[in-house]
């Protein structure tokens, strides 16, 4: 009995959801290696989206490898897909988007209904288009340290991989449209399934005129295609193609490539799940005679409340997340349950930061678990995430590192988050080192965000302030109820009532406190923000002492 691609991962008698799905694996007793797949096909920037994908695939391969299991995570480049629009933005390989105006876009739209790699690559760094793209994927990968074999499909069409299983759904012509059929409108007794690249133009057709399997040809004419809103205009050419000369549809594509890497395992979103999964699923039993592998559906992922999306614009990329979390927290976001929709929220990283933490301290015993599940989770899931689990590693709180990047200074950063009892005071060098550099990864998301922490906190030297006794008394007083230890709501509160007590207006009294810590008159809410601050230092400086 097939299983039901929503279910898998979801059996509640293992802590964590991969664990789950490599039961169901195993329970279909595969031979070794277990093959993990996932793909996508390179049509822009690749996103944290792209990447679920992946990581969902990363997990179960780890969970199988603990079980004393060989386990291959390959990743097919769906490359010899055809370009149906141009998209919005590109990235080069150092990752930095660029919009159209920056590469040759008309070249691009010249090219519209071919494969990918038959595409020139508009930064002129790599082979192809498709190839760029799947390098910036592979990159991807590797800076989060998964090892994954990429697949080109394009090769694979290339080197006959695909020849055979070509052949045999176009012997069973009849019976490959009698199964589509009932998936799509648009089958009819004239479907032929199989798309031949016109020899002429290069694009990619689907106007078969006749099949000759003796001798392994595929008649066509390169007719107009219909790619979502717009048509893509053929040329005319009629032509002759052999079984490698072109591609299998998408529908039947996706289970040839099962057959061919001999797939055991594959993940996909949910718009797989109600669209090719089912057909795939029978095109498989009934066409190819194969099983299909065992499925798991994962949700998507949102970037701030929104749809990722390459063509349209918004993604954050693997490398731009690096560039504010550390890998691990990173790995981290996947461990949680794949079939709950979640968002990653630039403005808020520091609470994934903060979840992590707590994680991390779960499994080394140093905080007590909420319950047998949060511990049975860390307990499985964290030495599949940091590679190299140590309890001496020491985590700087994210905003407090945030609070630290405010200087330039790296003495002056350690010797503050050691006063603060950080670091402590028997750290190794090392785990110093790798506590001091979440402090720029927290400087680069306050810059990237403008958040309250995005401002020049001037310790080296107090700016040249000049106030009356009335703001001089009430910054006194505030002082001295900072360092009777409040929290910032309390602080905040406080410095109303110290304007009020001593006659200032409000806004003029939050401005002093902006000139001694920014030299500037305005900032971030102030109160919350004093207290994240090491309390000698703000002491000192409302008490203008240095």
Known sequence: MA???????????????ADAVADVIEGRDPEDPIVIKGGVSPSGVPHIG?????????????????????????????????????????????????????????????????????????????DSYGAHFTNLLKKSADLVGVDVEFVSNTQL??????????????????????????????????????????EDCGKLTEGVTEVDLEAGEVHYVCADVEAGDQTIEGCGHEGVAGLRDGKLPWRFEWPAQ??????????????????SWPSGEDIAENVLDIQPPVPMVYEWFTLDGEPLSSSSGN??????????????????????????????????VDQLVDDFDRFEAV???????????????????????????????????????????????????????????????????WAVDGALARVERARNWARRTGNEFDYELKRA?????????DTAAALD??????????????????????????DIEIGDFFAAGYRLLFDDTQGPQLGPFIAKLDREFVVERLRREG
């Open 315 to 348: 993604v954050v990329t693997v490398d731009e997340v690096l560039e504010i979390l550390e890998p691990e927290v990173f790995k981290y976001f996947f461990t949680k349950n794949p079939r709950k929709q979640r968002d990653f929220s630039v403005a808020n």
């Open 477 to 502: 007083d505030l002082a001295d109820f900072v360092a009777a230890g409040h929290d910032g709501e309390a602080i905040q509160g406080e410095i109303y009532e110290t304007a009020k007590r001593h």
């Open 157 to 198: 069409y290339a080197d006959g991989e695909f020849e055979a299983v070509t052949r045999r759904v176009l012997e069973r012509a009849d019976r490959a449209r009698e199964v589509l059929a009932e998936y799509q409108n648009k089958v009819d007794d004239d479907y032929v399934p199989f798309v031949p690249q016109c």
């Open 50 to 126: 792209h990447f679920n994908e992946i990581m969902r695939g990363y997990f179960v391969a780890e969970a199988l490898r603990d079980r004393g299991h060989e386990v291959r995570q390959v990743f097919t480049a769906d490359d010899k897909d055809r370009l149906r629009k141009v998209p919005r933005q590109l990235a080069d390989l150092d990752w930095n988007i660029v919009g159209l105006g920056d590469v040759d876009a008309g070249a691009l739209g010249r090219n519209l209904g071919k494969p990918y790699t038959d595409i020139p690559d508009p930064f002129g760094c790599c």
């Open 363 to 429: 499994y080394f015993d140093e905080v007590d678990p909420r319950d047998e599940a949060e511990k049975a989770l860390a307990d499985r899931a964290y030495p599949m995430v940091v590679d190299d689990p140590r309890k001496e590693r020491v985590r700087v709180p994210y905003t407090f590192a945030a609070v630290l990047g405010m200087t330039d200074d790296p003495a002056l950063r350690e010797d503050i988050a050691r006063k603060e009892g950080h670091i402590p005071d028997d750290a190794p060098e």
């Open 3 to 17: 299983e039901d691609p929503y279910e898998v991962g979801s059996d509640g008698t293992q802590a964590f959801w």
């Open 258 to 275: 099962w057959e061919i890497l001999g797939v055991d395992f594959e993940p996909f979103g949910k718009d797989h799940a109600e669209g």
């Open 461 to 469: 030297e107090m700016p040249a302030v000049d106030f009356d006794d």
